[in-house]
């Protein structure tokens, strides 16, 4: 239990950076991109993701650093676009992030029926992954991904042994602590010989990471939402490039209903498709919903409004946990906490705090548009000010583990007008470079009571104290939960290689007494 103590944790996170820079980095400067030795300096999450995949020991976690930095530099892994990758193999659809499994991970989908074996263009493809892993690495920073190998009407022709192990690499020494489980679906039987080398490839603590499944077995995995219909799903979601397949993000429904007039798939094109590094465009009928701040240009009526607004938010307890990101604070920092649909606890609130000295723009989308109600959902914030949004399931339709919200927030002008005309033509017009965004999760309490992140329908009656305690109480159960299941994976690990090592000596002793008496 030492090494999860924090301590230490920093202790091996100092050693670490220490020993790499002195005993590899002055060797071989030249073998690393400088971006990658600086960020391993900064990022306390990138060193510890190594030091965890080598539970702890240092030695380990350099030499898996080492080789990982030679290949990002080998791959120009920092500087790879969508320009790095010859345009067929991106409209061809082999590989692409969509969805997500039961447990709330990202999907990562490689269609193994349009990969066919070819040496010419091999590189290529293995710079797709790599594109994707890092543009995901980029935006969730340490969250895992569940490799769906979609192996339907695949045929030995599609079979290249190089690009699975170069996949495995990935998740192995590239992208340590990103990988939750590859499932493998309908797989045919000719090619059981080839995945028993893949599984020594994996080596014995992530062979139990490797899930087969037939189309009436697919979904314990994944739910029918997130499955296409060959998998026996009703995802309605069809491949196609340009845009780049993304996470799906779109404009949430207003507090009135939903926003009628924003095409979402012509503001996708937009982003991805003009060559421009712009937002999705905003159709000028959308009207951003007004903070709480009050301007002296505005209307008296809006004024009284956003009195109102305020004055119900100080009955609304606010979430503890915070992001602290470059333009906003964001609180909670990573999960959205809702009641069971029993409890009467439907609403959840998401804190903005403008750590700037100008004004900021942001906006809130989700994956699934048509649950929630988002209020305000398109707006501004003041440089010191806070934000309140109120996020509430629509319709009493239930909250699911797979949805996501993104908040994207971009720094304006002093002199920028903060009305519906002028946020629009700034979404229009911002570099995508300039856009903080941050993801969050949604996650169920199945309890009548409520706690700090939750929000009831009516005053809260608790107190402060015995708030804040079940939210610590809530973190020590999850927390517990977590090491575990960290536990019981290491016990199955150990059991696998026990009984791995078991028919190993028991095929020694049967083959030494066979020649014995032959």
């Not at 990969?115 to 091999?122: A, G, L, S």
Request: net charge negative; charged share 30%; glycine share 4%.
């Amino acid at each position: 239990m030492a090494e999860n103590n924090p301590q230490n944790k920093a202790k091996l996170i100092s050693e670490t950076r220490r020993r790499f820079e002195a005993e590899y980095v002055t060797e071989k400067s030249e073998k690393y991109d400088p971006r990658d030795v600086e960020r391993l300096q900064q990022d306390d999450n990138w060193v510890e993701s190594y030091l965890v995949w080598r539970h702890n020991v240092v030695d380990e976690t350099l030499k898996m650093l080492d080789e990982s930095f030679q290949w990002r530099k080998e791959f120009s892994v920092n500087d790879l676009s969508e320009s790095s990758i010859p345009r067929w193999l991106l409209e061809l659809g082999g590989i692409y992030l969509h969805g997500y499994d039961k447990e709330g991970n990202k999907l990562f989908w490689i269609r193994v029926k349009y990969h066919i074996k070819d040496q010419k263009t091999i590189m290529d493809k293995k710079k797709l992954i790599a594109f994707w892993l890092e543009r995901y690495a980029k935006r969730e920073n340490g969250k895992p991904v569940t490799v769906m190998f979609d192996m339907s009407e695949t045929g030995l022709n599609s079979m290249d042994m190089e690009f699975v192990r170069f996949i495995i690499s990935c998740f192995k020494v590239y992208y340590p602590k990103y990988l939750s489980k590859i499932v493998i679906f309908d797989m045919p039987w000719i090619m059981n010989a080839a995945f028993k080398i893949v599984k020594s490839w994996l080596g014995p603590e992530a062979v139990s990471l490797l899930k087969f499944a037939s189309k009436s077995e697919i979904q314990e995995y994944v739910s029918v939402e997130y499955l296409p219909p060959h998998m026996g799903g009703t995802d309605p979601f069809k491949y196609s490039y340009p845009p780049l397949v993304d996470d799906d993000f779109q404009t949430p429904l207003c507090e009135n209903g939903p926003i009628a007039s924003e095409d979402e798939t012509s503001s996708k094109e937009d982003i991805e498709g003009d060559g421009k590094e712009t937002l999705e465009t905003v159709s000028n009928e959308e009207q951003p919903v007004p903070t709480e701040k009050v301007n002296t240009t505005e209307s008296a009526s809006k004024a009284d409004e956003n009195e109102k607004v305020d004055s119900k938010m100080k009955t609304f307890k606010k979430p503890l946990s915070v992001f602290k990101g470059p333009l906003l604070h964001i609180s909670p920092a990573e999960e959205l906490y809702f009641g069971s649909v029993d409890s009467g606890e439907k609403k959840t609130l998401i804190v903005l705090t403008n750590v700037t000295k100008n004004i900021v723009a942001f906006k809130v989308r989700t994956t699934a548009p048509e649950k929630y109600r988002v209020k305000p959902s398109n707006s501004s914030c003041d440089p010191g000010a806070s934000v309140d949004i109120i996020v509430s399931p629509h319709g009493g339709l239930r909250v699911s583990a797979q949805d996501r919200f993104l908040i994207m927030a971009a720094e304006m002008e002093q002199s920028s007008g903060t009305g519906p005309a002028e946020l629009t033509q700034f979404w229009k017009e911002v570099p995508r470079s300039k856009v903080m965004e941050h993801r969050l999760r949604c996650h169920t309490v199945e309890s009548s009571k409520p706690n700090t992140l939750m929000l009831k329908d009516g005053a809260s009656h608790m107190s402060d104290k015995t708030s804040e305690d079940l939210y610590l109480q809530l973190n020590r159960l999850l927390e517990s939960h977590r090491k575990l299941e960290d536990q019981l994976q290491r016990s199955i690990w150990f059991q696998q290689l026990l009984l791995a090592l078991t028919m190993v000596l028991l095929a020694f002793v049967v083959s030494f007494f066979y020649s014995l008496y032959s």
